[in-house]
């Protein structure tokens, strides 16, 4: 790992949304890395326009947040928080299995103790099945769902029962809306795909204005609170035929390819063979992509600042390489930029 190990002080864990601070989503700060002159500039999200070029394009992921924590009830009647992370890989023309995890009442930290065939009862007569620790961890449960009267897909559900899923560094509960982005369309993240978070429609009009591109898919994010050295999860995505012949056409005429967010990238990656060139498709992903593969279609990101040991980082190495990546997040904690789905902005160019 380039970056040293560091720890983000309170201070700059991002408690609130930026508009609860007085600011417009896009005047959060930007730093803005080039990789090719090892350059880093400090400005505000809505300077983007200034860093891309006409015929750049931009990929972003257009999947929704879901209400995903519920609260439920352990056996013995101890309370948790139960959180619907994705739909079991390969299990989700069931319907009724899940990856899911326990909290504490209050999200703030992972509940330890359950036990496989154990219930969590839930609102609206509903109750989950602890079936098995799912991928050999103790954190994440593959779990099989019963929801008698309501034969509809979980999100209806979670619209009456569910609330944003919320970390300890957040010391309020926010509506719903704070946890989308302005291109979500496709219901089915337990957590905010967070890079699209600064994005307003006067920006996204500029950047067309200025000849910027965009294209959409879907990545549906699991949840974040990955444990030290914890690789991603399988997740959901599709890239559609359009998003695809796009890249490959900006790619040929010499523009740049920015994947708004970590998600972005994953999804995209998944499809691109080893020359860069990406075809449609949809399914499971489970691409780790580490500075060893590299990045084969995705020339640069936009991304929030992640917290040490996180294996996003390896990711951002892979875009960044070692030295400027060490450099930004040095910069970053010394210029008090602020951490987590609230907080600022990292451009990574080539």
């Known amino acids: 790992m380039s970056v040293p190990a560091f720890d983000v002080p309170r201070a700059l864990e991002a408690h609130e949304p930026p508009e609860a601070r007085g600011l417009a989503r896009d005047e959060v700060r930007l730093m803005v890395a080039a990789r090719s002159e090892v350059s880093v500039e400090h400005a505000r999200f809505r300077d983007l326009p200034k860093h891309l070029r006409p015929g750049d394009l931009l990929v972003v992921n257009v999947s929704a947040t879901l209400p995903a924590a519920v609260p439920g009830t352990l056996e013995d009647r101890e309370p948790v928080e139960l959180r619907f992370a994705t739909a079991a890989p390969d299990l989700e023309l069931h319907g009724s299995w899940w990856i899911v995890e326990l909290r504490s009442p209050d999200g703030t930290r992972p509940h330890r103790g359950a036990r496989s065939g154990e219930r969590v009862a839930l609102p609206g007569d509903t109750s989950v099945e602890l079936v098995a620790p799912y991928a050999g961890g103790a954190r994440l449960w593959l779990a099989r769902i019963s929801i008698p009267?309501?034969?509809?897909?979980?999100?209806?559900?979670?619209?009456?029962?569910?609330?944003?899923?919320?970390?300890?560094?957040?010391?309020?509960?926010?509506?719903?809306?704070?946890?989308?982005?302005?291109?979500?369309?496709?219901?089915?993240?337990?957590?905010?795909?967070?890079?699209?978070?600064?994005?307003?429609?006067?920006?996204?009009?500029?950047?067309?204005?200025?000849?910027?591109?965009?294209?959409?898919?879907?990545?549906?994010?699991?949840?974040?609170?990955?444990?030290?050295?914890?690789?991603?999860?399988?997740?959901?995505?599709?890239?559609?035929?359009?998003?695809?012949?796009?890249?490959?056409?900006?790619?040929?005429?010499?523009?740049?390819?920015?994947?708004?967010?970590?998600?972005?990238?994953?999804?995209?990656?998944?499809?691109?063979?080893?020359?860069?060139?990406?075809?449609?498709?949809?399914?499971?992903?489970?691409?780790?992509?580490?500075?060893?593969?590299?990045?084969?279609a995705v020339d640069g990101l936009i991304t929030g600042w992640h917290e040490p040991e996180a294996s996003h980082l390896r990711l951002l190495e892979a875009a960044a390489g070692p030295e400027l990546l060490e450099r930004c997040y040095a910069e970053a904690l010394r210029e008090g930029y602020l951490w987590h789905e609230f907080g600022d902005s990292h451009l990574i160019l080539p």
């Open 149 to 296: 009267t309501h034969p509809a897909p979980l999100r209806v559900y979670l619209a009456v029962h569910g609330h944003p899923i919320r970390y300890g560094y957040v010391d309020r509960e926010w509506p719903l809306e704070a946890y989308q982005t302005a291109f979500a369309t496709e219901p089915g993240s337990a957590e905010m795909p967070s890079a699209g978070r600064p994005f307003t429609p006067e920006l996204i009009a500029t950047l067309a204005a200025r000849g910027v591109l965009v294209a959409p898919l879907v990545l549906h994010t699991g949840v974040s609170s990955l444990e030290r050295d914890e690789a991603p999860y399988p997740e959901r995505y599709a890239v559609p035929e359009e998003t695809a012949r796009l890249v490959n056409a900006v790619r040929w005429w010499g523009g740049r390819v920015i994947a708004v967010g970590t998600t972005a990238v994953r999804a995209l990656e998944t499809v691109a063979d080893e020359a860069g060139s990406v075809s449609a498709g949809e399914g499971w992903t489970r691409l780790v992509v580490s500075p060893e593969r590299g990045l084969r």
